[in-house]
């Protein structure tokens, strides 16, 4: 037997959890990864979502201590990314007889991925299907984050199948969020949200106001916990993050060769704080990406240092600086700062970056070789200076 978690009267968790998942397309995960399926057995019977490719068994038998997988009548895509939908070839096997049910992206996108036609159904916003006591409403979140995404509502037991919006990527034996620790949720939602879904921060407002005209007793997305006593919680960390909120913070991100660019980075640390402003140091290669991110989100102001080489920055500053620019983080005000040896040009390279990043951008400062006395001062003003900005900027 398996553990099947009941979530409510005929709503069953049916999916899997990747304990073992660091990295999930460059997202490092840490805590892992859940790919969440839901299976509602009403008069007509459906999956909601399924997982990924190397777990489609573990699924079925899930499915099959409840039903027959081939008495499902409808299998609903949310989303075709194959965490979502790569055991679909191998249910389909088993429940020959299913309608698929997605947008008229996610059609196109499964061709695409899988070269199978299927029986599909495509839906729309407003449209319904009844399963009996419950019905199925779809709400499309069009690119959050792919065109297809959608979420599905069950009405009857007013629950929202929200696919990847309101996720976290987060292992753990216990499904709701109350029966976990909500400072760690909160915190992998948060890295979520800035790393998968913050480029999109100005449709949030569009998907919010669809879910607020809806009764919502539980929040199912497809990774991570089920949101049912802190639903008004995480609602309003959405609302905060797609306004583009942020706080009086600095995120100082930089790397060093020789020491220099780090004794920068300490000194001007020291001022920002004397500022008055909450500051966070990050060596990169101490750091991941996403990690960054998190800390990002609601930052207003971020500086970046580099020693310069080979005439510009360090090439894992280049690899974050392509990160940002893809994520497109907004409200935030940038400086760069650095050293250099007999030639410069880690400063050009950073401000031509986060004008691709949409950043404001701030004059930075660069030092020649190590910093001395006078210059070690230098940084602290120029880090209490930045920070009469940030909260200027209000």
């Known amino acids: 037997m398996m553990n099947n978690i009941k ?12 304990w073992n998942l660091r990295d999930f397309h460059g997202f490092t995960t840490p805590r892992g990864v859940t ?4 299976l509602v057995v009403d008069e007509k019977i459906c999956l909601i979502d399924n997982v990924k490719a190397p777990f489609a068994e573990e699924m079925i038998e899930r499915i099959s201590q409840i039903i027959d997988p081939a008495k499902i009548d409808y299998v609903i895509t949310n989303h075709v990314e194959p965490d979502h ?3 679909l070839p191998k249910l389909m096997e088993r429940a020959p007889h299913a309608k698929v049910v997605l947008t008229e992206s996610g059609r196109v996108e499964t061709l695409k991925h899988y070269q199978q036609e299927y029986d599909f159904q495509v839906v729309k916003e407003g449209d319904v299907i ?16 792919w065109p297809d995404s959608m979420a599905t509502y069950l009405d009857g037991e007013q629950i929202l199948f929200s696919n990847d919006a309101f996720g976290q990527h987060i292992c753990t034996a216990k499904r709701f969020d109350f029966e976990n620790d909500l400072n760690e949720i909160m915190y992998e939602a948060s890295k979520y949200y800035a790393n998968i879904l913050m480029p ?21 997305p497809s990774h991570g916990v089920i949101w049912q006593k802190h639903i008004a919680d995480i609602i309003a960390q959405y609302d905060k993050w797609g306004k583009g909120y942020t706080a009086d913070k600095v995120v100082i991100i930089y790397e060093s060769l020789w020491g ?8 001007i640390l020291d001022g920002v704080a004397a500022g008055g402003v909450d500051v966070k140091l990050m060596r990169l290669s101490a750091c991941t990406l996403s990690g960054v991110m998190q800390e990002v989100l609601e930052a207003r102001g971020i500086l970046f240092g580099s020693p310069t080489q080979n005439n510009g920055m360090m090439a894992t500053m280049g690899a974050l600086m392509t990160y940002f620019k893809g994520l497109r983080p907004t409200n935030k005000i940038a400086a760069s700062f650095g050293t250099f040896g007999w030639g410069g040009g880690a400063q050009q390279a950073f401000e031509e970056q986060m ?7 701030e004059p930075g400062l660069t030092l020649k070789w190590l910093p001395d006395q006078v210059e070690r001062d230098k940084c602290f003003t120029f880090g209490l200076e930045f920070a009469k900005k940030v909260l200027a900027a209000k």
């Open 7 to 18: 979530l409510a009267e005929g709503v069953y968790y049916v999916g899997a959890v990747d």
């Open 85 to 87: 939908s790569g055991s």
């Open 200 to 220: 999109f921060g100005k449709l949030v407002d569009k998907a919010l106001s669809k879910a607020a005209q809806l009764p919502i007793k539980m929040i199912a």
């Open 35 to 38: 790919y969440n399926a839901y």
């Open 130 to 145: 009844s399963l009996g006591r419950n019905k199925l409403h779809f709400v499309p979140f069009p690119m959050l984050h």
């Open 355 to 361: 004008k691709g990043a949409r950043l404001t951008i």
């Open 260 to 267: 220099g660019t780090e004794q920068m980075a300490r000194r």
